[in-house]
Structure formats: C-alpha cells, structure tokens
C-alpha cells in the first residue's frame, strides 16, 4: 500500500469513528454548569469539541444519574470528574480546573480550618465530591442540600454553622440566594481536588482523553483557556 493510500485510510477511520454525536454527562453547578448551553465547563466543553471537529451533546442529570450513566456505559464522557469517578483503569483527561474548597460562614462566626468545624453543623451539597479527609472527620456534623443556593440560605438563617462549597460556586450561591451576611477567607481553602474528563476504559476513550489533553495544553498556551475561564469574574464580598 502506498503512503498516500495508508493517510487516506488513517483519515477515513478518524473520520468514522466520531460519525455519531459523543454523549457527554454532567450535573448543574452554579456558574460551571447551568445548563446544557451555558456555564464555564460546558463553554470549555464546545470549544475542545469544536477543535476537534466532534460533535457532542451535552446531558444534564442529577450528579448521581450522572454517574451512573457513565459507569454504566451509557456515555462516553463524564465532566467535571474528580478522583473516584472513573470506573476502574478508565481514561482521563490532563486536570483542567482545581476544585478549591472553602468553608463560608455568617459575618462575625468565622471558621476556615477542620478544627474550626469540630462539633458544628455543617452543609454539604448533595452528592457533590469533598476531600475524603474531610467527609472521614467525624467531629463535624453534616447536613445536606440538594442545592449550593439552599446551603446558602439555611446558613444565612442560622440553621447551619457553615457550609463547604467550591470558591466560585459558593460566590454565585451568594448571589443567587441573596443573602448579605455571608463571608469566607479567600486565603484559606480548606481542600484542594483536580478536576479533569472522564471517559470510558475503551480505545476510543482513551483516544478521547489524549486529545482532549492536547487540546486543553494548546488552548491554555493560546490564552484561550483563560479567556474562558475568568469570563465570569469572581464577585467580591468582605473576608
């Protein structure tokens, strides 16, 4: 077979492979995913695809059927994934995000640190991932939302002590929830998690995760990357 056969056919293959759409599952975050259209993950999300001339759709769905739906086979691709949420030897994207957790308290009861939590009521979103540290502490007491925003308010209320949530999350929370006595220490994270695309154990997932890592590296050398990820700026409220 001559050269120029063997790229036409390496082209042909490349081009059936990626012939159907590529689901991709994901859950609503405040500011990261707030719909199948719209959010910081999902704008990153296109624009890898569109680069990579694959076409995907995006499915939204509580956290949990989310991953079921990738464990199960039933997607190609789950985002934001975090250590624990590929199935066994699954492919994975470069990290592309850090999620920096931050404990976010009323005005005048500041609390940053797992010490400060002991013996406190603390709100957990609903089937969110935390650092395995600090879900193993059993000094702190949890409670759970289905939502950042309801955290937000049952912490404004006084109904909890504090609530763990992701920085910028928590910020859009704030504003969501309208709550004006809400702060946090924005030196002090209290967990740190990277945050990269799952996808399945197969050839083509992991032919998936290699370029979906090229082209991470390559938008971030382009400041594209940065363009995307600062287009909602964090809103500022008091420490």
């Not at 293959?13 to 599952?25: C, G, M, N, T």
């Not at 769905?61 to 039933?74: D, E, H, T, V, W």
């Not at 640190?113 to 013996?119: A, H, I, Q, W």
């Not at 609903?126 to 007491?141: Q, T, V």
């Amino acid at each position: 077979m001559s050269l120029f056969r063997y790229v036409l056919l390496l082209l042909v293959i490349s081009s059936q492979v990626y012939a159907k759409p590529l689901r991709f599952v994901t859950f609503t975050i405040p500011l990261m995913v707030e719909n199948r259209d719209k959010g910081l993950f999902v704008e990153l999300t296109k624009e890898i695809a569109r680069r990579n001339n694959i076409e995907v759709t995006i499915d939204l769905m509580p956290p949990a059927k989310s991953f079921l739906a990738f464990s199960g086979g039933q997607a190609e691709a789950l985002f934001p994934a975090l250590d624990g949420d590929t199935p066994k030897n699954g492919a994975r994207s470069v990290a592309f995000y850090e999620k920096v957790d931050f404990v976010f308290y009323r005005e005048g009861h500041p609390f940053s640190t797992m010490k400060d939590l002991s013996g406190k009521k603390v709100g957990l979103t609903f089937r969110y991932r935390y650092a395995r540290d600090l879900l193993d502490n059993k000094k702190i007491h949890f409670e759970y939302s289905d939502d950042d925003v309801t955290n937000m308010k049952k912490l404004s209320a006084g109904e909890l002590d504090a609530f763990v949530v992701e920085e910028r999350s928590g910020l859009k929370a704030v504003q969501l929830s309208g709550a004006k006595n809400i702060q946090y220490k924005a030196s002090q994270p209290i967990s740190k998690q990277e945050v990269f695309y799952a996808f399945q154990d197969s050839e083509e997932g992991r032919n998936l995760a290699q370029r979906f890592s090229k082209t991470i590296a390559k938008l971030k050398s382009e400041g594209v990357f940065d363009q995307i990820m600062i287009n909602h700026p964090k809103t500022k409220i008091l420490e």
